[in-house]
């Protein structure tokens, strides 16, 4: 029998630095529904990919030191991102911990698994061809990971495995850690209340 489901999987921070201020909110258990306004064009675009294709609800609200560069915004994102997917996710109970996917975008190929461990890694090998999509640096995705992956507590290993074109590379990626995602924090029926590890404990 499936679990119910808990307001202990919905997350609101916010966080205020002298750089940035970004408000978000997230439930594990919507329907995709995103709002999105960072910004920088193309990282609401890879945030809208990101909810839709985990079937989160995910609302993020950001103003940052835009004058400068998008570097403070994107990682703080991330930050923020990862704290309410920690959140969200509280003791772990019932999830099925584990989720990969391997995502085709065009000529485009892009591997993502994670493990909600509570032992943050980020392991990324994704090259780019090229240094910006629009305005954002395709250096910063590095960034926006390892600060989502770090404060989530979570493994993280994201693999190119084809593709030349940036725009196409980035979503892959981005939609291959959505589906990922979507898989790890289902409720699995046959794990009833338990806690998916043989210390049963899952520390974020």
């Not at 408000?23 to 890879?46: C, N, P, Q, W, Y």
């Not at 403070?72 to 989720?99: F, M, N, P, S």
């Not at 989502?148 to 993280?156: D, Q, R, S, Y």
Request: charged share 25%.
């Amino acid at each position: 029998m499936m679990l119910s489901t808990s307001p202990a999987r919905r997350a609101e921070v916010r966080r205020t630095t002298a750089e940035t201020d970004i408000k978000a909110s997230l439930d594990l258990d919507g329907s995709g529904r995103v709002e999105v306004a960072t910004g920088i064009g193309f990282l609401d675009h890879m945030l809208t990919a990101l909810g839709k294709h985990a079937l989160f609800d995910l609302a993020v609200a950001a103003k940052g030191d835009l004058h400068i560069d998008d570097h403070h915004t994107t990682e703080d994102v991330g930050i923020v991102l990862g704290q309410c997917l920690r959140q969200a996710l509280g003791e772990k109970r019932g999830i099925r911990r584990y989720g990969h996917a391997l995502i085709p975008m065009d000529e485009a190929l892009a591997e993502a698994a994670v493990d909600l461990s509570g032992r943050p890694f980020l392991a990324w090998q994704v090259p780019f061809t090229q240094p910006k999509i629009g305005t954002m640096d395709t250096e910063l995705f590095e960034e926006f990971f390892r600060a989502f992956a770090f404060n989530a507590g979570l493994t993280l290993h994201v693999t190119l495995k084809a593709g030349s074109n940036a725009h196409h590379v980035a979503e892959a990626c981005f939609k291959a850690l959505a589906r990922s995602l979507r898989m790890a924090v289902e409720i699995d029926p046959r794990a009833a209340d338990a806690v998916p590890s043989t210390k049963g404990v899952l520390e974020a």
